[in-house]
């Protein structure tokens, strides 16, 4: 069952266009996390779904309501969405159930009395109810989060946006409100988590969106976006990857200097001098000895690229070139081969239309 669809959504600002082209239909019972690099619009996103912020075209339909439809009432559309800001932003001025009772008894017109006997359930829910009495001031970093989720939960939300709910915090009180929000999760909560916190995402999401280049890049399970990223910009973020990209053309290309680049690639990767130099030995064989030597200018344009994965540790070079099928590990110079098998890991040949090696190093 579709609660919010998404469709064509742009939100422009003078000098930048965070969203050009965002489509997506959240469904009841969703957890979705939202990862990306910083400046991809993943928190605009949010603040789009509830008007914070005003798309420039498009539409945010919720349960059937085109709520980006002139005369729309937004004022009652949000009390379907309770919104957790990074933030917190709870007044200071008011004591803890007062900051949870606030919104139900003005808003929904809840009896002070039943508003705080529910307000201090929710606190028991997230531990604070001894804190019922106390001011903001006086809470942690965490703690003052917990007192905002149960705030959004007070006024009964069908669904629950969290814009980077932990990245005002210090890294000890993270893991508190996490845990709540598991606990949401667990119990059927509709939620759309925008956060930085990649092991969480992959724990306790149902889908996973990743944002970059004005829109949803790429979405999956979590296993599909973080074991098996489908698309180049996804896989680099995911694995932290730290990339060098090497493009040539033509035999006489200045392979001296592509040997300087990889060392200096891998002293900024901190990578050992044992690696660097079995990787610029592996491309001299590969490439100068045994690539374009049998293949010629067919295989050009071509390209290396070597990668840093600071997720995992691995280090892997892939060399894609055109022409006709070469596998140099069957096909090539055998004294060559011998050498690359001593120096890597393992290696891998595949061709689909163009020719890929792969080696990826101990």
Do not use: W
Request: glycine share 6%; charged share 25%; hydrophobic share 40%.
């Amino acid at each position: 069952m579709s609660m919010i669809k998404i469709e064509h959504l742009r939100k422009e600002y003078p000098n930048v266009t965070p969203l050009e082209d965002v489509s997506a239909e959240i469904n009841k019972g969703d957890v979705i996390s939202v990862i990306g690099p910083s400046g991809t619009g993943k928190s605009t996103l949010l603040r789009c779904l509830n008007l914070l912020e005003q798309p420039t075209s498009g539409t945010v339909t919720v349960d059937g309501e085109i709520i980006t439809a002139p005369g729309c009432d937004i004022s009652k559309v949000r009390q379907k969405m309770g919104m957790v800001f990074q933030s917190f932003n709870l007044f200071a001025n008011l004591n803890i159930i007062d900051n949870v009772t606030a919104a139900p008894i003005s808003l929904m017109k809840t009896p002070k009395e039943q508003a705080y006997k529910e307000g201090m359930e929710l606190l028991r829910r997230v531990g604070l109810a001894e804190k019922a009495q106390s001011f903001p001031d006086e809470l942690s970093g965490g703690q003052k989060q917990r007192v905002a989720i149960a705030r959004a939960i007070a006024m009964k939300p069908e669904i629950l946006l969290f814009d980077e709910p932990t990245s005002a915090l210090d890294p000890t009180m993270v893991g508190e409100v996490l845990s709540v929000i598991r606990t949401l999760a667990k119990e059927g909560m509709t939620m759309m988590i925008v956060t930085h916190e990649m092991k969480f995402a992959r724990d306790v999401s149902t889908r996973v969106f990743y944002m970059d280049e004005g829109g949803i890049y790429e979405e999956g399970t979590p296993e599909e976006i973080f074991d098996h990223p489908k698309r180049d910009r996804t896989r680099v973020f995911i694995k932290r990857l730290k990339q060098l990209v090497l493009e040539f053309s033509s035999p006489d290309a200045d392979f001296v200097s592509f040997m300087s680049q990889i060392e200096e690639f891998g002293r900024r990767s901190l990578l050992s001098p044992k690696i660097i130099r079995n990787m610029q030995l592996c491309f001299e064989e590969l490439v100068v000895q045994n690539i374009l030597p049998t293949a010629g200018e067919e295989c050009l344009p071509a390209t290396v690229t070597a990668e840093y994965s600071e997720t995992d540790g691995s280090t892997t070079m892939t060399i894609n070139y055109g022409g006709k099928r070469f596998d140099p590990f069957t096909d090539g110079d055998e004294l060559s081969v011998m050498m690359i098998k001593r120096l890597a890991e393992n290696t891998a040949y595949r061709y689909d239309g163009r020719n890929t090696v792969t080696v990826r190093f101990v």
